[in-house]
């Protein structure tokens, strides 16, 4: 019986463009979910961590990040078996090359792929030395007549899977075709569990332990795999490990009642500060509450880590046409009927004309108010 | 605005001062004849208005009469409201300006020098600004309701005009709020943005510009990282190469140097059995050398034992037949010697019948050159007298009159002519004839010949005239005889001209008379003939050489005639006959031929075997010669070959001694041979070539560790640089500034969006506004009676662009009109517009002769028209006209000349 902590794709040093100015808050907090993990194995009382590529996010990353990552695998509890994946693959000038590897005890790097006993298995290794490449990593295994629990580490794209690309693919049944008992592989950041029927033998991601953008499904994850013998299923357990919550929300506006319902949803967030909001807001808005929106939107801003905003769908009822008749008639009126219609018509292809458009007839309401105060 | 009176003080014409006082609230017509000072009066109140006091332009300088030391000055008195204001300026000396207000009985200062000039302005409603303001641009709305001399066309508008002229249309459209909105909308577009359109920069610039700035230096910044990045990858990529080559390399050497060390001692192996090999080669070579030696030796002397017997024979025949060929030789010398004497006997003998056969060639020769003088001669005597000929006839010809026929025929036809005229003359002639019965004396009035006659009793005499000859009897009668209208005077012209050409020709051709012209002419060409003819002959006889040429031929013939004549002085007695010479010589030549063809046979023959004994003579001496030396050289020969002191039994056991030595030496050489062909091929070659690898793979080896070592220094201070960390901190600053650009510019591009559509529908609104002008216009034009133009075009800056006349539905320029009509359609707009700024104040409007082309009828409406507008409008009409406005009955007129020559008897 072997029972193990498997986790990839900490992707250290990444980065966060799309988090704007909190891109070094999303950094550091990826450093402090890597502590939680070695911290859960501890919890676990696991017999060895598994980490399948991607440690770092590029070979040029900051050289204080390596020092920081070495630190933290150190302080591990239990061995530490580190595979280069494809964005840190085994090459000169690598993370890998840095001094710190060379003085670690409780880490070692997979530097070829050979079998290796550890504690209750045969580990099968599967480093990469390139970012690019079309061989199956884990062809080279053939640990079927094998006795011991077999566990296979490696780092690619499973094959069908809803990857963008194909580097290093893997097939849906890898661990059965190289007679593992487990497979543990990194690259995709949301957990899944790849088991072949009627075979023993099971792949899986456990996903980055920190999500890395909004639309991920599954992340910021680890899986704790526990094998009873050799043949027998796997017990995959996944347990969450990420410090930052990333949200998508859909927010539909119908009822001037909604935008009360938007501003509690927000004011009621567990932790704001650590959450990042991206929010497409549709519907109906009258330009009368846009002030409010923006108010609710300005709160948003300031209580949660990061919060986007698009209102390119939101658009004013038709009935909202009541303010164009108090314009006042002649220039102002025909400006304002001018601004609506091409606002309407800019906005049918979702162009930035027809923001331009929506937001000059902003203006001139708020304007209006202004002059009329 | 009213103005009450306009008073002028040394202003160019008006050196006295000249006051138009008391000015009518409706209509005023000034008048005067051209120069009377009307465009002054306007010019001056233009001045008063508008001008700075401290002017010193060229046209206020012009303002001074001539002569006069005074400062022009200029003083109105207006109404505006229910004030009353005094207007005061001088120029150019003793410069001064003041406004003053008429208050409780007192003319109260109001502003005085620039002030002065400032509040005039404003109270005309001219534009502010310490400029000079002589120009229309410059006058506000009386640029509009002042239209000096020629200028009745609007052809510029100022802005503050078309501003005035906008507030006044919108008046009735705009509202406070709209101008609030645009107000607050212009100040927060000229926060970001220029007056061009463009956003601001430097301080003021809005924050875009500045995280544009920052975008561009971050953009710049990361495009740096990418390359290092690219750089990194690359560096990367390099040294697994330089690793997997000098790992690739160390193999190689590994294996290649193991190669080296089996082949070592393969090769040591080899050399020493080459070694031994090639002394058992050197050993068979020695014996084999040795035997062949001694075998030769025995053979050597055999040989030569043979040779020096057979060559001894050979000596003593060859001594034996020596004599007989010397004395055979001795004859066939003696025999040649008396050949060679005959032969060049004969051969003497035929030069001499050779030079006897020159005699025909000479005497031919001779008989040829007596013929050729002789016909020159002929020739050169008739050419001497052909070219006496052409010398005569040229002389005659150049004394000879050559008139041209072309002359000659125009003198004929002169002369026919005038004879023609003549007779025409005579005809023309009107005759009176007078006979006297008794003595009178007669006066010629009218005639060709005015000489006074008497004339005695039964005398007659004839006076010729044309048209009419007059002739006075006194105190008897005067007669008067008149003829044909055929004019006489005419014909003696025509005569006098032809004349005159006639006379010129019959200088130029030397007669008058044109048969005997044409008879010289014939004369002349018929020697010109003769000329040519001879000519001709001449050249023939010469045949194109000269005369002198032909005489030196002839000389140089005769010269050899008589050079030949003296080598054979018979000939001039008897003619020789040349065949009978050459046949003579030719048989004489020909047996001496055969002659010498048979001695030089016998000659050849001769020397040919004197020459065969010589040559037998020669080798048998030297076949001696040789015999004698080769038996030495053998007998020395032999005696070397013997001088080893032993003897021919001993050289032969000697011989077969060394038989057996070298076929032992043989054997073991192929031995040897064996021992290295069982080593298989030389293997020192294949040793070379790996030490030559090893060489070459050892050096690779250094190269690749050396490149290795740069690129990983390179790719070390690459990593020092975090250049994925610091692409990643560019991109996400990028990304942020990007997205901040886009929220700024959004809302720019709204303000500035607003703005423009604002301005856009504020445009349109003032071209729909424009209308009410061209149809008020129009309305004007229809009652003055223009009814041909259907509308007019008027551009967004107020000024008329075009009509469009009735029949055409098209827009055309206001040239297509006549005067007339384009001044009453420019007096139209003009007052339309006029009635626009006025509003409900009274203003002044001012027309300086601007109705010039203008018919009566039409000037009538148009004073129809300027009766009602007096109703809104103080009217000044300058006019040189004042008929033209008499029934205006509602005028007031000002007699400018006489106001003017009042004035200058009040100053007198």
Known sequence: MVKFLHTADWQIGMKAAHTQDQAPVVRAARLKSAARVIELAREENVAFILVAGDTFEDAAVERSLIEQVAQILESSPVPVYLLPGNHDPLMPGGVWEHRVWKSLRNVQLMREPAPLVVDGAMLFPCPLFAKYGTANPTSWIAAKDRPEICIGLAHGTVQHAPQDCSDFPLPRNAAVLAGLDYLAIGHWHSTAIYETPAASGVMAYSGTHETTKFGERDSGNVLIVDIPSRGAPPILRRVRTGVLDWQTWDVLLQTEGDLGVFANRIAQLFQPQQMLVECRLQGLLSTSSRPQLASIIEQAQRSLLLAKFDATALHAPPEDDAWLDQVPAGVLRDTSELLRAQAIAAGASKSRDAVVAERALLELFRLLQDAER | ?908
């Open chain 2, 1 to 908: 605005m009213m103005i009450r009176s306009i008073r002028l003080s040394s202003w160019k014409t008006f050196a006295h001062p000249v006051e138009l006082t008391e000015l009518a609230p409706g209509i005023n017509v000034i008048h005067g004849e051209n120069g009377a000072g009307k465009s002054t009066v306007v010019g001056a109140l233009v001045r008063a208005a508008f001008e700075n006091h401290s002017s010193d332009s060229e046209s206020t300088r012009s303002l001074a009469p001539w002569g006069r030391s005074l400062g022009p000055s200029v003083q109105l008195e207006v109404d505006v409201g229910a004030s009353r204001y005094r207007v005061e300026k001088q120029f150019l000396v003793q410069k001064r300006a003041a406004l003053l207000r008429f208050d409780k009985q007192v003319w109260e200062p109001i502003a005085e020098g620039k002030l002065a000039d400032q509040k005039i302005r404003e109270l005309f409603q001219g534009d502010a600004g310490e400029k000079t303001t002589s120009s229309p641009q410059h006058w506000g709305i009386s640029q509009l309701l002042w239209a000096p001399q020629q200028q009745l066309a609007v052809t510029h508008v100022s802005a503050s005009t078309i501003d005035s002229l906008r507030s006044s249309l919108e008046s009735q459209m705009a509202d406070p709020t709209t101008a609030a909105v645009q107000k607050a909308c212009d100040t927060i577009y000229s926060k970001s943005f220029s007056p061009t359109g463009k956003l601001k920069s430097g301080a003021n610039a809005p924050a875009v510009v500045g995280f544009e700035n920052e975008l561009a230096a971050v953009q710049a910044e990361a495009t740096t990282f990418r390359a290092k990045l690219a750089s990194y990858d690359e560096l990367s990529q390099r040294i697994q190469r330089f690793r997997e080559a000098q790992s690739r390399s160390q193999g190689e050497l590994k294996q290649l140097r193991d190669r080296q060390a089996a082949l070592s001692s393969t090769v040591d192996r080899y050399v020493t059995l080459l070694a031994q090999k090639q002394q058992q080669e050197s050993a068979v070579k020695l014996a084999s050398t040795e035997f062949k030696q001694i075998e030769a030796t025995i053979l050597a002397i055999q040989q030569c034992r043979q040779q020096l017997a057979i060559q001894r024979e050979q000596l003593s025949a060859a001594e034996a037949k020596l004599p007989v060929i010397e004395q055979q030789m001795n004859d066939a010398q003696a025999s040649e010697v008396k050949l060679s004497e005959k032969l060049r006997l004969a051969r003497d003998e035929r030069v001499k019948a050779s030079d006897a056969g020159q005699s025909h060639v000479d005497a031919a020769t001779y008989l040829r050159l007596e013929q050729s003088c002789r016909d020159q001669q002929q020739a050169i005597d008739e050419a001497s007298a052909a070219d006496a000929r052409v010398r005569e006839l040229t002389k005659q010809l150049a004394e000879l009159p050559q008139p041209e026929a072309k002359s000659i025929d125009e003198l004929d036809r002169q002369l026919r002519q005038l004879e023609q005229l003549e007779m025409q003359l005579e005809s023309s002639l009107v005759r009176l004839e007078v006979t006297a019965e008794q003595s009178i004396d007669v006066e010629a009035i009218t005639a060709d010949d005015l000489a006074g006659k008497q004339l005695a009793a039964g005398e007659t005499q004839i006076w010729r005239g044309s048209p009419q000859v007059a002739i006075r009897l006194p105190g008897i009668a005067t007669l008067r005889v008149r003829g044909p209208a055929t004019s006489a005077a005419d014909l003696r012209v025509k005569i006098a001209a032809l004349q005159q050409t006639a006379g010129e020709l019959e200088a130029k051709l030397g007669s008058r008379n044109p048969t005997s012209l044409r008879a010289s002419a014939e004369h002349a060409a018929n020697v010109v003939r003769e000329i040519a003819s001879t000519k001709s002959k001449l050249q023939s006889l010469l045949r194109g050489d000269s005369l002198a040429n032909a005489q030196t031929a002839l000389a140089r013939d005769q010269a050899a005639a008589k050079a030949i004549l003296a080598k054979y002085p018979e000939w001039s007695s008897s003619v020789p006959d040349p065949k009978q010479l050459e046949q003579t010589w030719l048989e004489s030549k020909q047996k001496l031929d055969r002659e010498i063809i048979e001695i030089e046979a016998q000659h050849r023959s001769s020397v040919q075997l004197s020459s065969q004994l010589k040559q037998q003579l020669a080798v048998l001496e030297s076949e001696k010669k040789t015999l004698a030396s080769s038996l030495e050289s053998k007998t020395q020969e032999l005696a070397k070959l013997v001088a080893d002191g032993t003897t021919d039994a001993v050289r032969e056991t000697r011989k077969e001694d060394l038989m057996l030595a070298w076929a032992l030496a043989k054997k073991q050489l192929a031995d040897a041979t064996q021992q290295l062909e069982d080593l298989g091929t030389d293997p020192r070659g294949e040793l070379a070539t790996i030490d030559q690898k090893v060489s070459m793979l050892s050096s690779e080896e250094r190269q690749i560790e050396n490149d290795l070592l740069v690129a990983t220094t390179q790719l070390e201070s690459l990593a020092s640089e975090s250049v994925y960390s610091r692409l990643a901190q560019c991109e996400e600053r990028a990304a942020s500034l990007e997205s901040r650009i886009e929220e700024e510019r959004i809302k720019l591009d709204a303000i500035k969006l607003l703005r423009q559509t604002m301005q856009q529908q504020q445009a349109q609104m003032l071209r729909t506004l424009a209308a009410p002008i061209a149809s008020r216009a129009l309305d004007i034009l229809r009652r003055i009676g223009l009814s041909k133009v259907s509308s007019l075009a008027i551009g967004d800056n107020f000024l008329l662009r075009g009509v469009v006349p009735e029949q055409l539905s098209a827009e055309v320029e206001t040239s297509v009109l006549s005067s007339g009509e384009q001044e009453q359609v420019h007096l139209s707009i003009r007052l339309a517009m006029a009635q626009l700024v006025a509003k409900s104040e009274r203003q002044v409007l001012v027309l300086d002769d601007v109705l010039v082309a203008t018919d009566a009828r039409r000037l009538a409406a148009i004073k129809t028209i300027l009766r009602e507008l007096s109703e809104q409008f103080q009217i000044l009409l300058l006019t040189c006209h004042a008929d033209r406005y008499a029934d205006m009955a509602e005028a007031k007129l000002f007699d400018l000349p006489i106001l003017a020559k009042a004035h200058s008897y009040a100053g007198g």
